[in-house]
């Protein structure tokens, strides 16, 4: 138990471990855990002396159980066995000052500086000393602010003090006045320049300030003095994770997990850096690995549940949150257990459950809108209106600058009937944020259900052109069939074409495509009034116009040549040729010609002649009556729908 007077510096244990606070909408937040920085900082010290030892063991053993009055009598049966024992007359004084008898301690530490003068290396004070051992004894009974005050007074005394510079700067640590705990630590550091510990505690401070750089610079100090130190190791790799260098984090916590291989932090550490790297499956055995070696590390179950669900595995990321929660209701963690777990329910079409536990979520923190908001969701999935819409006007009372909270509000009210309140709530959320697709297109859809249909085509248009498939469907519907607009077949051509590209296969594409696929076959058998036909070829001039605007394939062709060159080659072969297909489709003769060169001589790179793809295309402008398609075709082997094919052909022929 002697503190001061000796050679070895105190050790302290500090480890940083981060644990996000995760949500689905997803961003990961990082915090620091430590162990109390206080707490092992000041260790007993034993020596051999046979029974005068044993005694002095005995009474080291009954001072950390707090029986000072039995940990006394030892250590004065350690001195009278061994009469020059000074180690037994410090301690005895530290015991003494920990009941409070400060003239005991004093009296015993003044025995001790007799018998042995050099173990005041540094010629403190004895008064200091008093001071500062107090201060140990008092931190030891968990009094952290009664021993910095010793500690201060012990500065007073003698400001030269490296251990009362160093407990201060570990209680500032704790009290989270890092600034403070820097000036402390340096002071401490100028004194004894080479202490391991403190140049440890010092970055713990420079973290806690978000002074990267430094804390940096503290901690690769600390490996110069303690090579191969697995927590500094792990230290730097927590750091580099909060600084985004997840591959050196990960280089080393390897290095910390090399040293001590069951280092539960560091496989922490470890985990966190791949989640944040992108290796997700990589990050589930690290967290596996930290559940393995401790089963109840409640952030790990917190991550791993977030790595499962970033895999689609919303099952398993329940398991694991649920798991947590029954293991540690009382974690410091167990909110964000709880969200997330309702957000996996919620994934799983498990509603019930999930609004149970958002439930939890706002009963614990009334003041997070996110909760809120969720619990409306899931209430919305049960069709519980009335309490849906409770729970969102909460949410935006809470947050009302976020657009996202009056948009949800708006399909609540919709839900229940109020369209006059969903329209407004609607209107606020595309005040917010006038780039906000959904919300323009569910203002758009509640003003036409009303008959408001004029003033519903600005915010479907602005939807559709925002990407909206259903926006662009919709106005494609309205425009051909003059709902109350004006009817355009152009427009509503154009509409289609937008909604039915990409390689989404839906209602709204099959719809688009079997509608413009129409316009082709009625056009190549001249069905049309020439007014018709004007429309029709208008359209699909505005449709070829729009795919040179935007498409990534360009065609050149020069004047009466039939073998148009490809602009931007260096693209994917696949891309190239699905744009050429779009724009093929829209009775584009060069893009055409392109497709038939491609599917008789094969295309540039791996594409052989007759390649099924286009093989499709063909068959289906065949089917839909064109020329080239029906001269293409007609030498194929026939399959089954060849015959609707040969139909087609045959009456173009007619």
């Not at 009290?175 to 505690?201: C, E, F, G, I, R």
């Not at 099924?612 to 402008?621: A, E, G, I, P, R």
Request: some cysteine; hydrophobic content about 45%; charged content about 20%.
């Amino acid at each position: 138990m002697r503190d001061v007077g000796n050679q070895k510096r105190p050790k302290i244990v500090l480890i940083i471990m981060c644990a996000g606070l995760v949500s689905l909408a997803m961003l990961l937040c990082a915090f620091a855990l430590a162990a109390d920085p206080l707490e092992g900082s000041f260790p007993l010290v034993e020596e051999e002396f046979d029974v005068a030892e044993e005694h002095l063991r005995l009474g080291v053993d009954f001072f950390l159980t707090d029986e000072l009055d039995v940990a006394i009598d030892e250590f004065r049966e350690a001195a009278q066995q061994q009469p020059d024992y000074s180690d037994a007359y410090h301690n005895l004084g530290v015991a003494l000052a920990k009941t409070g008898n400060l003239t005991g301690a004093l009296k015993a530490w003044t025995e001790a500086e007799r018998l042995d003068p050099e173990g005041m290396s540094l010629g403190y004070s004895l008064s200091a000393v008093v001071a500062y051992n107090y201060g140990v004894s008092l931190v030891r009974a968990g009094k952290i602010v009664e021993a910095m005050k010793e500690w201060q007074k012990a500065l007073r005394i003698q400001s030269h003090f490296p251990e009362a510079h160093y407990g201060l700067g570990l209680g500032f640590l704790a009290k989270q006045n890092p600034a403070v705990a820097t000036a402390h630590l340096l002071s401490a550091l100028s004194l004894a320049p080479d202490w391991a510990q403190a140049h440890m505690a010092l970055g713990q401070a420079y973290y806690e300030s978000h002074e990267y750089a430094l804390a940096r610079q503290a901690w690769v100090k600390v490996l110069a003095l303690l090579p191969g130190d697995a927590r500094t190791y792990a230290n730097l790799g927590h750091l580099a994770i909060q600084e985004g260098n997840y591959q050196e984090a990960i280089d080393f916590v390897h290095q910390a997990i090399a040293v001590q291989p069951d280092f539960v932090h560091a496989h922490f550490h470890l985990g966190v850096a791949l989640l944040a790297k992108g290796e997700v499956q990589a990050s589930v055995d690290a967290f596996e690995q930290v559940l393995a070696l401790d089963a109840r590390f409640i952030p790990a179950r917190l991550l791993l549940g977030e790595a499962w669900s970033r895999t689609g595995n919303w099952a398993q990321a329940a398991q694991s949150w649920r798991k947590g929660i029954q293991q540690d209701p009382f974690d410091p963690n167990v909110f964000w257990l709880h969200a997330n777990l309702g957000m996996a329910l919620t994934a799983v079409g498990h509603f019930q459950d999930a609004r149970k536990e958002f439930e939890w979520v706002v009963e614990e923190r009334p003041e997070w809108a996110e909760g809120w908001s969720r619990l409306g969701v899931s209430l919305m999935s049960e069709r519980r209106w009335d309490e849906a819409v409770l729970a969102l006007k909460t949410a935006a009372h809470l947050r009302p600058h976020l657009a996202n909270q009056h948009f949800t509000l708006g399909k609540a009210y919709a839900g229940q009937g109020e369209l006059a309140l969903a329209l407004e709530a609607f209107r606020e959320a595309v005040r917010i944020a006038p780039n906000f697709v959904a919300a323009q297109f569910h203002l758009g859809i509640v003003l036409r259900a009303q008959n408001q249909v004029d003033e519903a085509i600005e915010p479907l248009g602005l939807a559709a052109e925002g990407g909206s498939r259903e926006a662009q469907g919709l106005l494609a519907s309205m425009y051909v069939n003059g709902h109350g607009i004006d009817r355009n077949v152009p427009l509503a051509m154009l509409w289609w074409s937008r909604s039915g590209r990409g390689a989404i296969s839906d209602t709204i594409t099959r719809t688009a495509q079997n509608q413009l696929s129409q316009l082709r076959r009625r056009l190549h058998q001249q069905q049309f009034t020439p007014t018709e036909q004007q429309d029709v070829v208008t359209g699909f001039e505005m449709i070829r116009q729009d795919l040179a605007n935007h498409a990534p394939v360009q065609l050149r062709g020069k004047t009466g040549s039939k073998n148009p060159s490809v602009v931007n080659r260096e693209l994917p072969q696949k891309t190239r040729l699905r744009w050429m297909v779009e724009r093929a489709l829209a009775m584009d003769t060069l893009a055409q010609e392109k497709l038939r060169e491609w599917f008789v001589q094969g295309m540039d790179g791996p594409m052989s002649p007759h390649q099924d793809f286009l093989q499709h295309y063909w068959v289906q402008v065949a089917k839909e009556g064109d020329r080239q398609g029906c001269e293409l075709i007609h030498n194929l082997t026939p399959q089954e729908n060849f015959s609707v094919v040969r139909q087609a052909c045959q009456s173009l022929s007619q």
